[in-house]
């Protein structure tokens, strides 16, 4: 997905794969911190300004978290994970079996200018096992949550998504 939000502050934001189809307003994530989840399953990108200001790529398989993934040695503009209001981002989830992989994209400056800014892959976690139950239907799953009583307001440019019609593995 290539998204943004219009206010970072006090905000949820939730991308990737989730067994959670209907019935929680709270998000397949219920706490970033320790982490517990609504979910049973789920494959995310995920940043709670309750927690901290940055993405984390969490999984939960049959009810056990995986260790959330914080990215490191980020190539892009402002050298941080942290979203930034009304800019552009690039998140992925790639499953396979019960493994997942996070890719997180940023803008990035090809000649130091304003004008030269590109959205980019900044970000692969490589491939973190246990992150879901393979053989568990999940869907597609955008979600933002404001933390507060004022709205937010995010904007997707684009999104995708789609599966092998035989097993990759």
Not at 154 to 159: A, G, K, N, R, S
């Amino acid at each position: 997905a290539i998204l943004k939000v219009n206010t970072i502050t006090n905000t949820k934001i939730e991308f990737g794969f989730t067994d959670v189809t209907a019935g929680t307003d709270a998000g397949a994530v219920n706490v970033l911190a320790t982490p517990s989840f609504n979910a049973t399953d789920a494959a995310l990108w995920v940043v709670d300004t309750t927690n901290n200001a940055s993405w984390r790529a969490v999984g939960v398989a049959n009810g056990t978290a995986m260790t959330s993934v914080a990215p490191t040695s980020i190539g892009n503009y402002d050298a941080d994970a942290a979203p930034n209001a009304d800019v552009y981002e690039l998140l992925m989830v790639a499953l396979s079996g019960g493994s997942a992989r996070y890719y997180r994209g940023d803008m990035v400056s090809t000649t130091g200018t304003e004008l030269g800014r590109q959205l980019r892959i900044t970000y692969d976690s490589g491939w973190q096992v246990s992150a879901i139950t393979g053989t568990v239907a999940l869907t597609p799953w955008l979600f933002v949550q404001s933390r507060t009583t004022s709205s937010r307001t995010l904007t997707v440019d684009y999104i995708g998504a789609w599966q092998y019609r035989w097993t990759a593995e």
